[in-house]
Nanobody
């Protein structure tokens, strides 16, 4: 299983970014896909999840600002992040879960003026 997250970068407060997570060597459509993040000095936290059926859940801190989606034909999950805040600064990781959790390498998002 390979998961590759990309799309991070430096953005000003109030800006937006779209992260992508490309998966390979899995039956992608069967997996729940999640985004986690870990800020410096903090524990990794769940940001958003999209189930195999398309149901979504979000951390309270990102509700209304972030949108998780998936394209099963492309084996890719996305995280659209709008109205970014400095506290969103973290390394973002994608996770694929179907009985077993698979993790990709993270991508750094920095929100700063």
């Amino acid at each position: 299983v390979q998961l590759q997250a990309f799309g991070g970068g430096l953005v000003q407060p109030g800006g937006f970014l779209k992260l992508s997570c490309a998966a390979s060597r899995i039956s992608f459509s069967m997996y729940a896909m999640s985004w986690y993040r870990q800020a410096p000095g903090k524990q990794r936290e769940l940001v958003a999840t999209i189930s195999s059926g398309g149901s979504t859940n979000y951390a309270d801190s990102v509700k209304g600002r972030f949108t998780v989606s998936r394209d099963n034909a492309k084996n890719t999950a996305y995280l659209q992040m709008n109205s970014l805040k400095p506290e969103d600064t973290a390394i973002y990781y994608c996770n694929a879960a179907f009985g077993i959790n698979h993790w990709g390498k993270g991508t750094l998002v920095t929100v700063s003026s």
